[in-house]
Every structure is written in C-alpha cells, then in structure tokens.
C-alpha cells in the first residue's frame, strides 16, 4: 500500500480543478476524475511537474453506477484514500413538464448516486485505514425548493441531508464528511444548465471560483459539516428557514427566472 490518495471528482473544470490545485500544494498525491481526459492529462501534467507528487488521471462517466463502482475499485487496487472530494455535478434549467429529462436523469445520478456509491464505499474504508475526511459538494440550492431548476435543487438537499446525517453518524470517529454550499460560482456550470440569463447569475455577482474552494478545503481540514461562503449566501441558506415554504418557493422562483 503507499501513501495516502486523494480523489477528486469533476475535476477537469472548475472548482474540481480548483481543489485538485489546494491538495497538490499540500504535497498530496491525487487521482483526477472526469470524463474529459485530455484536460485531467494536463492538469496531471502541470501539478506533477510544479510539486513533485503523483497524479493519477482515472477517466470515468458517473452517470453510469458500474462505471463508478469501477473507478472506486481502481483507485484502491493498493491505495488508501484519505480525502475523497464529491464535486461533479450538474445542473438543468426549464420546466420540469418540458424537456426529454435527460439531463435531469444524468443529474440526479451524478450528483445524487455515484456521490452516495463513493462515500459509502469512502467512510468504510477511510475507518479501516484509521480516518481520512470527505468533503461533498451541495449548493444554496439544497437550502429551498428551486422551480425551473427542481432536480437540481433537490439533488443538492439530498447531499445536504445525507452530509449531516452521515457526519452525525461518524462523529467521535477518525472520518469526518463536510458539505460546501457554495452559491453562484465563475465556472461554466451556468452556461452547461443553461443558467446563464436567469436572474439570479445576472443580478448577483458570482464568487470566485478559487475563492470558493479555499473555503471548503479549510472547513473540510476543520472537520465542519457545513460551510456556506459569502454573506449573502449565508442569507439564501437561512431565510428559508424563517418564511414560510410556500413564500420561499416563490421567491427563489424569481431568482430562477
Ligand atoms: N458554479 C456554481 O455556481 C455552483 C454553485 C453551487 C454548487 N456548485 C456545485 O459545484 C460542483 C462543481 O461544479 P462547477 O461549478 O465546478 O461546474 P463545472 O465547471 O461545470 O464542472 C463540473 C465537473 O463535473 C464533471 N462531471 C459532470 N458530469 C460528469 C459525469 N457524468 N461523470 C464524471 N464527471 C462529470 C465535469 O467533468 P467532465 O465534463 O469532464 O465529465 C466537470 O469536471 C458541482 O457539484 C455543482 O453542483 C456549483
């Protein structure tokens, strides 16, 4: 067995890469998911050469639950994972009642599945090797009901819930799960959901993507359960919880317009 691993998922783009950039300045060896393998080859390339550490790129489509089975079996052949970081995800834009559903399905497994098939097989495994910590991706989307973005939001108050519970679960113990809500990020997350005109990324300035995962990392090493960066993110995840449901879906509809 050598040293201990580092998995991130989603990190050909955006916060994954982001991530994979905070774990390889810590001298931490990675292995690097997506589906685009010729942008992991670079990032591999680049963090290799500027920290002196090992990179393995490990190509993999999360839609597909054998596929992620799959990836997790090779990335423990002889490995141990001390940090399993659920990042790729998703999102879609438009009426439920429209649309063929699937992104919508692609979605629910990515964000919702394979992040579950991972971490469970993560907290078993990170207990037998003593510890280790997992950080997952939600999103102020988990915090409300989200019409014209309905799957994802509900993807995203799946991983919050399933975040809390299993971190209570895990408490007293070596393995810690932290879920980062991030709110509007500068990624192409928006242009891929098909976001980018609707109120909420035209009227409030997204956070800076580096930013947003400096946020995680540290909260993730803390051992907290839940980091929400930015002051008014802070207020999209507590307002729901003072105004009642039906309200709250109205607004965060406008936003979502
Ligand atoms: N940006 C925001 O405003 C925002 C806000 C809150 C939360 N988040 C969450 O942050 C996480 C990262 O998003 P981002 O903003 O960095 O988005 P992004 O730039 O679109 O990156 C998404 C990543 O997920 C990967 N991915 C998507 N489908 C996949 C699949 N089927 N199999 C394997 N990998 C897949 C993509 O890689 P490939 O295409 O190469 O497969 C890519 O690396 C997501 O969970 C998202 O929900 C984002």
């Not at 980091?227 to 995840?237: C, M, R, S």
Request: proline share 4%; with cysteine.
């Amino acid at each position: 067995m050598s040293a201990k691993w580092t998995l991130i998922t989603g990190a050909s783009e955006g916060l994954g890469v982001e991530f994979a950039r905070l774990a390889a300045a810590e001298g931490r060896d990675l292995i690097l998911v997506a589906r685009q393998a010729d942008k992991l080859d670079a990032l591999a390339a680049e963090l290799r050469a500027r920290h002196r550490i090992a990179v393995e790129v490990m190509p993999a489509d999360l839609s597909d639950p054998e596929a992620t089975e799959a990836l997790w079996r090779r990335a423990t052949h002889r490995r141990a994972i001390e940090i399993l970081v659920n990042n790729a995800g998703l999102g879609d834009n438009g009426a439920f009642a429209e649309g063929d559903g699937g992104r919508e399905m692609s979605s629910v497994m990515v964000n919702v599945a394979a992040l579950t098939q991972l971490m469970k097989r993560a907290v078993a495994h990170m207990a037998q090797q003593g510890g280790g910590r997992v950080l997952n991706l939600g999103s102020t989307a988990g915090f409300l009901p989200g019409p014209n973005m309905a799957v994802y939001h509900a993807t995203k108050a799946y991983v919050l819930s399933l975040s809390e519970a299993v971190a209570e679960e895990l408490r007293g113990t070596p393995v810690s799960v932290t879920v980062l809500c991030p709110g509007a990020t500068a990624t192409r997350f928006a242009e891929g959901a098909g976001m980018e005109g609707i109120f909420l990324f035209r009227s409030l300035p997204t956070a800076d993507a580096a930013r947003v995962a400096r946020a995680g990392w540290r909260a993730m090493h803390r051992g907290r359960r839940i980091v929400v960066p930015g002051p008014i993110n802070k207020v999209f995840a507590f307002a729901p919880r003072l105004s009642p449901r039906a309200l709250t879906t109205r607004v965060a509809a406008m936003f979502l317009k």
